[in-house]
């Protein structure tokens, strides 16, 4: 091609006045922190962070919604052992909300990458992120609104935050293989990708790895007293504390919200429906043999209290309608007048149960209506949820 010469004698151009045009210029990232190095630090917290979460979360799903083959087999013991469970998916799941925000700081010049689609593949790559981020972001803040229950959305919190779990889950599986080479060049400090990073960048890394830790950490101190009850001191963020209430437990569900009133208790009578059904005023009730027990109430939005139970066991109350002792299943209804706990199935795990009680003192005292007077279900190992208020109907199955 033949070469170009600047013309030596230009003719001046006329002067134009200059508009400015806006410029969709992608900002310049230089470097420092978004790298892969940091992304890979912290996406691997956030991982186990959520397969955690993910793993508790599916505990508590299927121990409120167990498929009809399960459900007389789930287990009964360790009597802590949703406590411990759903205290981690919590705990777990606030974590997250700290490390996600700082992986996705990490990572977010790539919104700016240019050509945004390079091939198929980077296209589809490009969507899983954009999959995983919306589906991670959703879970987190659904997860953190339900705590403090506030729904400001159409749909059911529970099914929705189940189905989205799998999708997060799916994606940040399809992700991790995704990133598999990067993941592992950056794995350590010392690892063959981390060494071609800027030296000098190593002593900033450290310092957003440690103030990360110390959120997570400030986090986690300030909230996870709620469930372990060593800790209930520094418990000044959650919205419940494990001995604020009526007869020194937390109430989600007050009668006055459930529309039982004292009044609404002159008549009642427990009904039990079975091969020899009967009922019982709330006096034959008490003059039944009694039983202790002392049992955790861990609700699902993290926060769980032990407290000494005194009732009657809910096998007796069974075995005397004639229900089969091992494999009578019960249906227990409250007198709530609406709501999404006033029926609640149990199996027969935990009906023959000697820890399972039909409570009617909590700490040693009748229980407050608040509690769920003149009679509540509470049984080891399972959801709050499911530890009925109110109860005046049982149903062997
Ligand atoms: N009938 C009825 N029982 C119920 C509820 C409810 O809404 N209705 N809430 C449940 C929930 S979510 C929890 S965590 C426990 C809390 O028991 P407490 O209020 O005695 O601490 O009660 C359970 N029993
Ligand atoms: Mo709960």
Redo the contacts with the bound molecule.
């Keep these: 091609m033949p070469k170009l010469r600047t013309p030596r004698f230009s003719v001046p151009k006329p002067r134009l006045p200059r508009i400015p045009v806006p410029q969709l210029q992608p900002p310049e990232f230089n470097g420092r922190l978004h790298d892969a190095r940091t992304a890979t630090a912290i996406g691997r917290w956030l991982g186990i962070a959520f397969a955690v979460c993910f793993v508790t979360g599916l505990i508590s799903h299927y121990l409120q919604h167990p498929p009809d083959w399960l459900a007389d087999h789930l287990p009964a013991r360790p009597t802590w052992g949703y406590r411990l469970t759903q205290g981690l998916h919590i705990a777990t799941g606030l974590a997250a909300i700290v490390l996600l925000l700082v992986k996705l700081w990490a990572v977010y010049p790539r919104l700016f990458v240019r050509p945004p689609v390079r091939s198929v593949r980077h296209g589809l790559e490009r969507l899983s992120v954009a999959v995983l981020v919306a589906a991670a972001v959703f879970q987190v803040l659904t997860g953190l609104l339900n705590i403090v229950e506030w729904y400001p959305w159409p749909f059911f919190f529970v099914p929705v935050h189940f189905a989205v779990a799998w999708i997060a889950a799916g994606s940040i599986l399809l992700h991790i293989a995704v990133k598999a080479p990067d993941i592992r060049a950056h794995w350590s400090r010392s690892s063959a990708g981390t060494r071609e990073l800027p030296a000098e960048d190593a002593p900033d890394r450290r310092s957003l790895l440690l103030a990360t830790g110390a959120a997570v950490g400030a986090v986690t101190l300030t909230t996870v007293g709620q469930a372990f009850t060593p800790l209930k001191a520094f418990d000044l963020l959650a919205p419940r504390h494990p001995d604020r209430g009526p007869q020194g ?5 007050t009668a006055v919200a ?1 529309g039982v009133t004292e009044r609404g208790l002159r008549a009642w009578r427990l009904e039990v429906v079975g091969p020899r059904p009967y009922t019982l005023t709330l006096d034959a009730l008490r003059a039944l043999p009694r039983a202790g027990a002392r049992l955790p ?1 861990a ?2 939005e993290g926060w769980s209290v032990e407290a000494d139970w005194g009732g009657v066991r809910l096998s007796d109350l069974v075995a005397r309608a004639g229900g089969r002792p091992g494999s009578a299943a019960v249906r227990v209804t ?1 007198l ?1 007048v609406s ?1 999404s ?2 029926v609640m199935e149990m199996g027969a795990e935990y009906v023959e149960d000697p820890l399972t009680l039909l409570a009617l003192t909590l700490n040693g005292q009748p229980l407050s209506l ?3 007077a003149p009679a509540r279900i509470i049984a080891p190992n399972r959801p ?2 499911l ?4 109860v005046y109907r049982l149903e062997v199955r």
């Design positions: 437990l937390p109430v989600n569900r459930a109430i609700c699902v409250s709530e709501g706990y006033r608040d509690h769920g709050g949820v530890q009925t208020k109110w």
